[in-house]
T-cell receptor
Framework: LAKTTQPISMDSYEGQEVNITCSHN???????ITWYQQFPSQGPRFIIQ???TKVTNEVASLFIPADRKSSTLSLPRVSLSDTAVYYC???????????FGAGTRLAVHP | GAVVSQHPSRVICKSGTSVKIECRSL??????MFWYRQFPKKSLMLMAT?????????EQGVEKDKFLINHASLTLSTLTVTSAHPEDSSFYIC?????????????FGPGTRLLVL
């Protein structure tokens, strides 16, 4: 299971782009880099997943360099509702257990 | 995405009683489900892996006789907190893997808030 390191917290303002970087130096060849978002008193919500290069969906973009030792979640034009905790994980199969790190607590201000 | 539900969303019970929490995969089958516990301002901690038709696998430090898990069907897993005590008060979350989704990921339920008085 890949050990991940993220900033504990970040602050931003409405309308700005937010980039959250995750370090995963020992990521396994089979691991997919996956990001979840969690609001208070709710279960985590899947945001995006990628293996390498760039992945984009309607919510975010995920940038993964060639060495795959880190990844960056990019949230375009954040709003107050993006205030949440964001978790980065390496997943090598849906059947495998997930070990969550501390995550990044993002606060978006007016 | 796939939908996972939990019931109840919150429960208050007296110390010494047992509480059952249900986790259902609504639009897919799941032979494997997972149970997590989360304390305020903390990350999710994996408690156990629930396997349909077989015994659950518990993480180190989790008492299997206290947290009973039953995965009787491909869409339902239950977690029973037996003889609950105030220190068992927490947010319990389940997850499941949609085997035919084509994605290597799990989907989480909305969580169950347990308060033991």
């Amino acid at each position: 299971l890949a050990k991940t390191t993220q900033p504990i917290s970040m602050d931003s303002y409405e309308g700005q782009e937010v980039n959250i970087t995750c370090s995963h130096n020992n990521i396994a060849t089979n691991d997919y880099i996956t990001w979840y978002q969690q609001f208070p008193s709710q279960g985590p919500r899947f945001i995006i997943q990628g293996y390498k290069t760039k992945v984009t969906n309607e919510v975010a973009s995920l940038f993964i360099p060639a060495d795959r030792k880190s990844s960056t979640l990019s949230l375009p034009r954040v709003s107050l509702s993006d205030t949440a905790v964001y978790y980065c994980l390496g997943i090598s199969g849906g059947y495998n257990k997930l070990i969550f790190g501390a995550g990044t607590r993002l606060a978006v201000h007016p | 995405g796939a939908v996972v539900s939990q019931h109840p969303s919150r429960v208050i019970c007296k110390s010494g009683t047992s509480v059952k929490i249900e986790c259902r995969s609504l639009d897919f089958q799941a032979t494997t489900m997972f149970w997590y516990r989360q304390f305020p301002k903390k990350s999710l901690m994996l408690m156990a892996t629930s396997n349909e038709g077989s015994k659950a696998t518990y993480e180190q430090g989790v008492e299997k006789d206290k947290f009973l898990i039953n995965h009787a069907s491909l869409t339902l897993s239950t977690l029973t907190v037996t003889s609950a005590h105030p220190e068992d008060s927490s947010f319990y979350i389940c997850s499941a893997f949609p085997e035919t989704s084509g994605q290597e990921t799990q989907y989480f339920g909305p969580g169950t808030r347990l308060l033991v008085l």
